[in-house]
């Protein structure tokens, strides 16, 4: 039997972290992500681990978004020094992501401490110190994808291409459970097809057991084209009103994806003649990664590149690297386009822009990303008529555009169809890492249209996962270089149930003569994954 407990992500949307444990006791995480969305979610942050962070020796991170991997540091502090499997991109976007998360961290503190002492109270520490999150980085060890990794004492994963963002990834698990095995899928965060920039998610066909994201388990996103002519729009509203358009942000990513747009625009002739500022220090870096692994872009992104253009490239582009630069942004009263981070407005130099803007009836602000309860980003969204800005109370007057097309999250069809894909295997599917109520929606849509069982785990909830009568014995996985053998067998095993499925729905399909799409979307996989044998 195998425990999964959920102590993260479960009932939120932040703080991705699941703890899995065979039955000869060898545990891994999954993910170790940082909780936000108001002051009684962060302060989960502060507790103490439900497990023993020395008594950790595997780390498996599918991406490098702060909810995610926000807690990393933390965990090296109290005593982690295992290794932290993931892509190569994660690892490169970790590496400045997690510095700037502990510079926050102790920014924070010092604020906090200062604001203590007028008080005569006590000082404040951070949650953890850039000395921490340079520790955690000498963790990393990067693991290309498609590739069966043996990580503990019968237990292996193969990271897939999650299409959500630069080097994202979804976790095949394969966990021997005394003779026989459980096969355990995380989603991770699943991006939507014919997404800009990065390859479509990764289709998968078998589970025993199958962790799925729900973030817009509940809604659909505008069309791409609307999306763009909304901004557009947001654009030209503020610059006929000679006002300032706001792009809250996050650094990896969103901000990549809207710098193509309007380089596209450029291109074509749209984009007004105005200034654009890119005031994010770590953006700008996390563009710099973004250029040096074109071998993650789609056709139509290395298409752009075969031309001769940079997408991630205008002419009007200028970067703000310090504080004075960002400072003379709002000192001019010309328009412009701002992206600054953080994305859900509650840290970082979109406060400022947010202050300087937000009560300007000419101005634009393009909410671009999901925006978590509790952030002023949600309030804005939801419309408030005030939020409060480094404690000020600041008016809501400027035109909010809310463009839900450009996430890089997967919509409730983009999930359905997702999921959708294991219903031969008929796993048992658990919604996570959505508002409850959410993710309540989303598995019971899952149950009545594609008829399998789902369940939403609590925060700190253990689940215990038994095999499956189809399961089969597997050999004990070592603990390390990988064992050839063994992802053969692995990969044989899917591939012959994927040719016993494929078979019977043939067979049934031979009076009509007719042959599905998604039968020839079965045999691509089944090609593909003998091609990867066989390399």
């Given at each position: 039997m195998v425990k999964v407990t959920c102590l993260g992500a479960a009932g939120s949307v932040t703080g991705s972290n699941f703890l899995v444990?065979?039955?000869?006791?060898?545990?891994?995480?999954?993910?170790?992500?940082?909780?936000?969305?108001?002051?009684?979610?962060?302060?989960?942050?502060?507790?103490?681990?439900?497990?023993?962070?020395?008594?950790?020796?595997?780390?498996?991170?599918?991406?490098?978004?702060?909810?995610?991997?926000?807690?990393?540091?933390?965990?090296?502090?109290?005593?982690?020094?295992?290794?932290?499997?993931?892509?190569?991109?994660?690892?490169?976007?970790?590496?400045?992501?997690?510095?700037?998360?502990?510079?926050?961290?102790?920014?924070?503190?010092?604020?906090?401490?200062?604001?203590?002492?007028?008080?005569?109270?006590?000082?404040?520490?951070?949650?953890?110190?850039?000395?921490?999150?340079?520790?955690?980085?000498?963790?990393?060890?990067?693991?290309?994808?498609?590739?069966?990794?043996?990580?503990?004492?019968?237990?292996?994963?193969?990271?897939?291409?999650?299409?959500?963002?630069?080097?994202?990834?979804?976790?095949?698990?394969?966990?021997?459970?005394?003779?026989?095995?459980?096969?355990?899928?995380?989603?991770?965060?699943?991006?939507?097809?014919?997404?800009?920039?990065?390859?479509?998610?990764?289709?998968?066909?078998?589970?025993?057991?199958?962790?799925?994201?729900?973030?817009?388990?509940?809604?659909?996103?505008?069309?791409?084209?609307?999306?763009?002519?909304?901004?557009?729009?947001a654009i030209n509203f503020a610059v006929s009103n000679n006002e300032k358009i706001i792009i809250p942000a996050f650094a990896v990513e969103r901000t990549q994806e809207i710098i193509y747009i309007l380089s596209e625009f450029y291109r074509q002739g749209k984009l007004p003649d105005i200034p654009i500022y890119l005031d994010s220090p770590l953006a700008i870096k996390a563009t710099e990664i973004f250029r040096k692994n074109k071998k993650y872009y789609d056709e139509e992104a290395m298409v752009i590149v075969n031309e001769g253009y940079d997408p991630f490239s205008i002419p009007n582009l200028q970067?703000?690297?310090?504080?004075?630069?960002?400072?003379?942004?709002?000192?001019?009263?010309?328009?412009?386009?701002?992206?600054?981070?953080?994305g859900m407005c509650t840290a970082g130099r979109i406060k400022h822009h947010l202050k300087h803007n937000l009560w300007r009836e000419?101005?634009?602000?393009?909410?671009?990303?999901?925006?978590?309860?509790?952030?002023?980003?949600?309030?804005?969204?939801?419309?408030?008529?005030?939020?409060?800005?480094?404690?000020?109370?600041?008016?809501?007057?400027?035109?909010?555009?809310?463009?839900?097309?450009?996430?890089?999250?997967?919509?409730?069809?983009?999930?359905?169809?997702?999921?959708?894909?294991?219903?031969e295997s008929k796993p048992r599917v658990f919604v996570v890492h959505g508002e409850a109520s959410v993710s309540q929606e989303f598995a019971q849509i899952v149950h009545k249209q594609l008829g399998l069982e789902t369940y939403v785990p609590q925060w700190k909830e253990t689940l215990l996962l038994k095999p499956k009568a189809f399961t089969h014995e597997i050999p004990v996985a070592k603990e390390a270089p990988s064992d050839p053998r063994a992802d053969m067998v692995n990969a044989l095993r899917d591939v012959e149930k994927e040719f016993a499925t494929l078979k019977q729905r043939i067979e049934k399909e031979t009076t009509r003569a007719k042959i599905s799409d998604e039968d020839i979307d079965r045999l691509r996989y089944i090609q593909e994954e003998l091609q990867a044998l066989l390399s």
């Open positions: 444990e065979n039955t000869l006791g060898k545990k891994v995480l999954v993910d170790c992500g940082m909780f936000q969305g108001g002051k009684q979610m962060e302060l989960r942050n502060w507790q103490d681990w439900d497990f023993i962070p020395s008594q950790i020796r595997t780390l498996l991170l599918t991406h490098a978004h702060i909810d995610h991997s926000g807690r990393i540091p933390k965990l090296v502090r109290d005593g982690f020094k295992g290794r932290i499997i993931t892509s190569p991109p994660t690892a490169q976007l970790c590496e400045i992501m997690l510095l700037d998360s502990a510079h926050i961290q102790e920014m924070d503190a010092l604020w906090q401490t200062r604001k203590n002492r007028r008080k005569a109270k006590s000082e404040i520490a951070p949650l953890y110190s850039t000395e921490d999150a340079l520790r955690s980085l000498q963790c990393f060890v990067p693991a290309e994808r498609d590739e069966i990794i043996n990580v503990e004492e019968g237990i292996q994963v193969r990271l897939r291409n999650a299409g959500h963002i630069l080097g994202s990834s979804i976790l095949e698990l394969w966990i021997k459970d005394g003779r026989q095995q459980i096969k355990i899928v995380f989603s991770g965060d699943i991006g939507k097809s014919n997404q800009l920039i990065l390859k479509d998610p990764r289709e998968l066909y078998n589970a025993d057991y199958l962790f799925v994201e729900s973030t817009y388990g509940n809604r659909l996103h505008k069309s791409f084209d609307d999306s763009k002519a909304e901004l557009l729009e970067y703000t690297e310090n504080t004075r630069e960002s400072i003379a942004i709002n000192e001019s009263r010309d328009s412009a386009i701002i992206i600054a981070g953080s000419g101005a634009s602000i393009v909410i671009v990303g999901f925006q978590a309860n509790g952030t002023t980003g949600r309030k804005i969204v939801d419309g408030h008529k005030s939020v409060k800005i480094f404690g000020e109370d600041v008016a809501v007057k400027a035109r909010v555009f809310t463009i839900g097309g450009f996430s890089a999250h997967a919509d409730q069809k983009g999930l359905l169809d997702w999921v959708g894909n294991f219903a």
